[in-house]
């Protein structure tokens, strides 16, 4: 609520608040523990004996405390303007670049690129390769005999006394076989051929998932170990569907696609191959229709790959938007916004649903025109087959044999055409993964030296801004030093680079100029991986993974002990809460930690960090885990009641006599006062005081004053109320617990 506007009388407000300056402008105010206890208005609230006033007693500090009533000129909601402007005139203006991609040719070089992927497998390829060979040579063995089977049926030996009886023998590459053997063999040949087919299939799906899989695992690690401009510039629905969708459409390309390649070029130069010995002149007009078929697939084929790619992105968009409504559907359903969503939803799968459409529309156009030409070719040769038997050119067996090869033939020319069409799939995805994996970070996790940490830090001359925007300088020039064992607080407006300095110090960017230093070692020439396992952070907004208490809070050091868990928990606040849970430790919270309050995740948060690089230390209690080397706390006490934040503050006083560093961020009083170090910025990110809170509060002309007064100031909800009004909730009412 904006200080100084009063809403009593226009619309009902409910807040949910610790901290103090939340609390001038209500009308009415109930403590819960665990139920409604007292109500009444804050003024008289804070001067009752009650629940209420322990709460907010440690936020006094010289003058400033919860029951001050601070002078200021109370605005009328009248007073206060809202400036609106067409939202179309702030829309960007920018088209979509990749819908003016240039429709560059596929090169040579983009499909190798996609065949070394197998290189790993080539053994196991091989082998597979090998069956194909032999299940494609069984299978064309089919025309043949079906030719010499007719040819011994019509023509029987003249000599034999019952010429509607079977004949005893064969012809086969001019030998005479047995009949009987003849059909023996041939059942053991097409055995071997459907075995062949067998370890085909079964070896290429292995092959298939081991690169699927080694895709997947490769482009996590790319991802994992990029710097947070890789963040800005990649939405995680993105990488999500290049992860999923893309690897298996790759995988699917260079094995089941390219098998299938493989089969139909070794059918279609066998089909060829035995039409020539049939007949050169019906082969010769055959061969003519060729290089049409070719140039048609390979038309299509660039067509194919472009929409593809186009369709693999709008996978990307779709899966983008789907995990955002996923991740806040809370935040959707208070604001009734469920039909919006669905409808933004239904806009991307109307998008996806058009490319689709579009390219199966090119699939029908390329595979009717092919089919129609093959079969207008078929009834020429059957027609021209036909005079050649007339003419005793052919005999009727051969004939037979010959169509059968050509509609094998047309068969294995189709498939090489769709076999074209689905490897330009692959490389249009493949694009997108290659873009991934040769992607380098811009800061190596493991390069560097091993420095402990445990000294002072330097920020030197630090200009930054971020990446994706460059004409908004953050830091012009920091300079900043902080001593070993020092508690520091960030205090500034909101968006004045309090949390950049943390960002900056775990190296999730690289400042534009300037050094950070510590112990003397510039943090860019120290190993990053050794750095992150002494420095801790604790966000206002901590990530916790579903899964139990215990796997989160053990998340930094998976092999802790029982004794260890409780002494970080212990530090943080959470053994009671923790303990009132049926399952205790083995309690699921649910994705994000969604079946935990604000401050119940931070105090997770904050054991989570403690036991992450602790240091173990000994004092009248026995020894405490007090955490890694550097502490970095982003508004992390932010959801906390007064009770549990003044035990926190416990916990980092006894950081700071072990001589441990903590580096807060923080806007509220009790957060600040508890500092040795207050580092004051203005909104252009420049350091305007850097003193002790008793000095800088002292100074009334101080950045601190000017801030905290604003923090702590209302409106005066006495005027703003009638003398009736007042004399009702002059006395808090006690709420019975029943």
Not at 254 to 282: E, P
Not at 325 to 343: A, D, L, M
Request: aromatic share 8%; proline share 3%.
């Amino acid at each position: 609520m904006l200080p100084g506007i009063s809403l009593r009388g226009f619309l009902p407000n409910t807040q949910i608040a610790s901290k103090c300056s939340s609390l001038y402008s209500v009308s009415s105010i109930k403590l819960i523990k665990p139920v409604v206890t007292y109500r009444g208005y804050h003024h008289t609230l804070i001067q009752k004996n009650s629940l209420f006033e322990p709460l907010t007693s440690h936020f006094s500090v010289n003058g400033f405390q919860c029951g001050t009533r601070l002078p200021f000129k109370p605005l009328t909601v009248q007073s206060v303007r809202f400036n609106s402007s067409n939202s179309n005139d702030n829309k960007s203006r920018s088209s979509d670049s990749d819908s003016k991609e240039n429709k560059k040719s596929t090169s040579f070089s983009e499909i190798w690129e996609l065949l070394k992927l197998t290189k790993a497998e080539l053994p196991t390829l091989s082998l597979a390769i090998l069956f194909l060979c032999i299940s494609s040579t069984v299978s064309m063995l089919f025309p043949a005999i079906i030719g010499k089977v007719i040819d011994t049926v019509k023509d029987p030996d003249p000599e034999d006394p019952d010429p509607t009886a079977l004949p005893d023998t064969i012809n086969i590459f001019n030998h005479d076989i047995p009949m009987m053997h003849f059909y023996v063999t041939l059942g053991v040949i097409f055995m071997v051929g459907s075995l062949a087919n067998f370890g085909r299939v079964v070896l290429l799906r292995k092959v298939g998932e081991r690169l699927m899989a080694k895709l997947r695992l490769n482009i996590l690690k790319k991802i994992f170990y990029q710097d947070a401009k890789f963040w800005d510039v990649y939405k995680s629905g993105d990488l999500i569907s290049r992860l999923v969708n893309d690897s298996t459409i790759v995988a699917r390309s260079v094995t089941q696609n390219i098998s299938d390649g493989l089969r139909s070029t070794i059918s279609g130069f066998v089909g060829v191959s035995m039409m020539l010995m049939i007949s050169v002149k019906l082969t010769s007009y055959m061969i003519l229709v060729f290089p049409l078929l070719i140039f048609v697939a390979m038309v299509f084929g660039k067509r194919i790959k472009l929409i593809s790619k186009d369709i693999q992105k709008q996978l990307g968009n779709l899966t983008k938007v789907s995990e955002e409504q996923f991740s806040f559907t809370k935040t959707i359903q208070s604001f009734n916004n469920e039909t919006y969503e669905v409808g933004k939803f239904k806009k991307e799968v109307k998008k996806l649903y058009d490319l689709s459409v579009y390219e199966g529309r090119l699939n029908g156009y390329f595979f009717a025109g092919n089919g129609f030409m093959g079969n207008v070719f078929l009834i020429f040769l059957l027609s021209t087959g036909t005079w050649m038997v007339r003419q005793g050119e052919l005999t009727i067996g051969e004939l037979s044999s010959y169509l059968l090869y050509t509609t094998f033939s047309a068969s294995s020319v189709y498939s090489l055409s769709n076999f074209y069409s689905e490897l330009m799939k692959g490389v249009g995805a493949s694009e997108r993964i290659f873009e991934l994996i040769k992607l380098e970070p811009a800061i190596i996790p493991n390069k560097g030296e091993k420095v402990d940490v445990d000294g002072k830090i330097v920020f030197e001359n630090i200009s930054f801004h971020y990446p994706t925007r460059s004409n908004h300088t953050v830091f012009d020039k920091l300079n900043l030093t902080i001593n070993k064992g020092d508690h520091v607080c960030l205090v500034g407006p909101s968006g004045c680079g309090k949390s950049t300095v943390t960002q900056l110090l775990l190296r999730y960017y690289e400042p534009n100029s300037g050094d950070i230093i510590i112990n003397g070692h510039k943090l860019k020439d120290i190993s990053l991986a050794h750095f992150r396992k002494q420095v801790g952070i604790v966000q206002q907004e901590p990530m916790l993974f579903s899964g139990t208490l215990r796997e989160n809070i053990t998340y930094g050091k998976m092999d802790a002990t029982d004794d260890e868990i409780l002494k970080v928990c212990d530090l943080a606040n959470c053994t009671k809460f923790i303990n009132n849970f049926p399952d205790k430790f083995d309690t699921v919270i649910g994705a994000k930690g969604a079946q935990l309050s604000g401050g119940q995740k931070q105090r997770i948060a904050l054991a989570r960090t403690l036991l992450l690089g602790y240091k173990n230390v000994s004092n009248d209690n026995g020894e405490l885990m007090l955490g890694p080397n550097i502490l970095l706390l982003d508004e992390a006490t932010s959801a906390l009641d007064a009770t549990s934040e003044e035990a926190i503050h416990r916990t980092l006083s006894l950081r700071q006599e072990a001589g441990l560093t903590t580096i807060s961020i923080a806007h509220r009083l009790s957060t600040i006062k508890m500092s040795d170090k207050i580092v004051v910025f203005n909104n252009k990110g420049e350091i305007v005081e850097i003193d002790s809170f008793d000095t800088l509060i002292n100074n009334p002309e101080s950045e601190l004053n000017r801030l905290l007064t604003k923090s702590q100031t209302g409106d005066d909800v006495e005027e703003e109320l009638t003398k009736k009004e007042l004399e009702e909730e002059e006395e808090a009412e006690i709420v019975d617990k029943n």
